[in-house]
């Protein structure tokens, strides 16, 4: 009995060694149609890294100029900016009159009654010659 056990388990033992070995039969050609295709990738991978350093000291220059370019523009706003704050501080009217000339009053008030007064009644006492 003891024999048929032995035999029995090295039958079994030689199956599994065969089903191994197709295992890495299987992994060998898939590495190898791996490796093909690879290989088959290995000049445009190539020609890429030359493009790519080729192009990256024009790329460092491009933001270089953007930067450049920015800070210019930034300035130029600010001295608009400024030139605009000038302009508009120097042609504005006193801080008590508007565009038309009448003084900035409350209707009611003592000044407001004086300002159409006055505004009416010297164009009338220029034109009968008393002013």
């Known amino acids: 009995m003891t024999e048929i056990l032995l ?5 079994l ?3 599994a060694i065969v089903i191994q070995m197709g295992v890495l ?3 060998f050609v898939s590495f190898q149609k791996a490796s093909e295709r690879l290989q088959s990738l290995l ?5 890429t890294k030359i493009l790519l350093a080729e192009a990256t000291p024009k ?3 491009v933001l270089y100029n953007l930067a450049a370019r920015s800070a210019t523009a930034r300035q ?5 900016s ?13 801080p008590g009159f508007r565009a038309g000339g009448l003084p900035r009053v409350r209707p009611g008030s003592f000044a407001f009654t004086a300002s159409i007064t006055s505004s009416t009644a010297a164009p009338c006492l220029q034109s009968n010659g008393k002013l």
């Open 59 to 61: 790329v460092r220059e």
């Open 76 to 80: 130029d706003a600010e001295r608009i």
């Open 7 to 11: 035999t029995v388990f090295m039958g």
């Open 25 to 27: 039969i299987a992994l």
């Open 13 to 15: 033992t030689a199956l």
């Open 43 to 47: 000049p445009m991978i190539r020609d």
């Open 82 to 94: 400024l030139t605009a704050n000038e302009i508009t501080d120097h042609y504005s009217p006193a």
